[in-house]
Nanobody, 124 residues
């Protein structure tokens, strides 16, 4: 079983470039697909991006394409999310999720393991 912990959130000015990290313990993360989701106040959980287990495929929700980058950092046993040109509508709790041998799935139902989330607040 793998445990996930997100870090890197906080208060960011619009246009900023925070980097979130999803660190795993208990198992190596390099056989897991990892997705990032976010939940804004009063809204449901939204897919942001995902990376399949083999690092062959990434998927991004349209509003973040060209600004966000997901990457696996094996030395840290983590998957990072680089967010550039962050907008105020990016204010949300960001969660990472993982599924062993998984694809870059959009649905949260496809992921078995979840972190506790990290708050990102973007000031205008």
């Amino acid at each position: 079983q793998v445990q996930l912990v997100e870090s890197g959130g906080g208060l960011v000015q619009a246009g900023g470039s925070p980097r979130l990290s999803c660190a795993a313990s208990g198992r190596p993360l390099n056989t897991y697909a990892v997705g990032w989701f976010r939940q804004a106040p009063g809204k449901g959980r939204e897919f942001v991006t995902a990376l399949d287990w083999s690092d062959q495929r990434t998927r991004y929700v349209d509003p973040v394409k060209g600004r966000f980058t997901i990457s696996r950092v094996n030395a840290k046993n983590a998957v990072d999310l680089q967010m550039d040109s962050l907008k105020p509508e990016g204010t949300a709790v960001y969660y990472c999720a993982a599924r062993e041998w998984g694809s870059a799935d959009l649905s949260p139902d496809e992921y078995k393991y979840w972190g506790q989330g990290t708050q990102v607040t973007v000031s205008a």
